[in-house]
């Protein structure tokens, strides 16, 4: 996934929440589900650098720091849900043990994008003395792809003034946001999206330790839904153990607003073989059934059809054309109901000539 393709919006869990490795399931009145008490995704963030999946090359090289229990100023980028402020937090605990939390202070960018706030804590901050034992302090300032770029030219001379005491790390989605300059000053780690086993592997364990009774299938939806995010991939179990601890496939293409790719290639296979009307009742089906908004439908039809195996290459190429004109004119503005009818018709003149 490119940088520029992450949704702003995205959905964030509660930061910074310690893991807690305790029994956690919570059963209900006996109907088998599972309470939304607690995040899964913070309950399951790995603790230490070396617990982290996927990943591999940055882990490798935070654990090389945490075992010199020193590192330069850092910088954190790539797309959500793949572990940058769990490395951040991992890496403090890794380093200055369980106590970590007195040589850390938090910020989070798009809160304080004001660079006064950040420039008093900062100093109260490292006014401090580092804890025994340790030469520095740790500042994590998360998303700081937030801050405006003023904000940016006087976080450079605040990362020198206080180098020798604290070290920054940053976390950010869009690394192109953050000035050269600073960049120049961190080692900076790209995050990328988790392989599909990787998602798998930490889905099976989760599901594991919360008791939930995740069928092959249906972790292999999950794996599929959420496209590397590993914040998605816990959320979207939650949500569906939370309605029934028995998580079959098809729950979880309901509860997390996709449709499974058997339904978007027989939308297809309807263009090429019966005609707009059958065409139009399918993609009908699915937006209703599945909760789709337009675009949604678009960019689940354009991630499936790579996978089309009826469709040639250049019958691919002209059906892409048509997807992202349509998600195009949706996006400017144009009616939702007519323009996916007009890219429907499209598709069926283009598949069945
Ligand atoms: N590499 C990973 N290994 C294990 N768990 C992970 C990993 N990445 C993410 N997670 C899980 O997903 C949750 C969210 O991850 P994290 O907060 O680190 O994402 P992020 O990269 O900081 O995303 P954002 O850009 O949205 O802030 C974590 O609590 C953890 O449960
Ligand atoms: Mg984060």
């Not at 040589?103 to 706030?117: F, I, P, Q, V, Y």
């Amino acid at each position: 996934m490119s940088e520029a393709g992450i949704s702003p919006a995205k959905r964030r869990a509660t930061e910074f929440g310690d893991c807690h490795p305790q029994p956690s399931r919570t059963p209900t009145s006996g109907l088998g589900k599972v309470t939304m008490s607690e995040l899964w995704v913070e309950r399951h963030r790995p603790r230490s650098v070396n617990d982290m999946k996927g990943q591999k090359a940055i882990v490798d090289r935070l654990s090389a720091y945490a075992e010199s229990r020193s590192f330069p100023h850092l910088m954190f980028a790539g797309p959500p849900g793949t572990g940058k402020t769990t490395a951040a937090l991992a890496l403090a605990r890794d380093v200055f043990g369980d106590g970590y939390r007195s040589n850390l202070l938090e910020m989070n960018a798009s809160d304080e994008r004001k660079l006064e706030s950040i420039r008093t804590k900062v100093k109260q901050f490292a006014r401090t003395a580092p804890m025994p034992g340790s030469t520095f302090k740790v500042i994590f300032l998360d998303e700081a792809d937030a801050l405006t770029p003023d904000a940016q030219g006087a976080l450079r001379r605040i990362m020198e003034q206080y180098a020798e005491t604290c070290r920054f790390i940053l976390s950010c989605n869009y690394s192109s946001k953050i000035v050269e300059a600073i960049q120049s000053r961190c080692a900076v780690f790209r995050f990328r999206p988790l392989g599909k086993e990787k998602v798998l592997e930490m889905v099976i364990e989760v599901a594991g330790k919360e008791g939930v009774n995740l069928e092959q299938d249906a972790a292999e939806a999950i794996a599929n839904v959420s496209l590397g995010d590993l914040r998605k991939a816990i959320t979207s179990l939650q949500v569906a153990a939370s309605l029934d601890s028995h998580v079959r496939r098809d729950l979880v293409y309901e509860t997390t607003a996709t449709a499974p790719p058997e339904e978007l290639h027989g939308f297809f296979l309807a263009c090429k073989e019966d005609g707009f009307q059958p065409a139009r009742r399918r993609m009908k089906g699915i937006l209703d059934r599945f909760g789709l908004a337009g675009t949604d439908l678009v960019n689940q039809l354009h991630r499936e059809l790579g996978g089309v195996t009826f469709l040639d290459e250049r019958q691919k190429l002209m059906v892409t054309e048509a997807m992202a004109e349509c998600d195009f004119r949706m996006v400017e503005g144009g009616g939702e109901s007519l323009q996916l009818d007009a890219m429907a018709a499209r598709i069926c003149g283009l598949l069945s000539g």
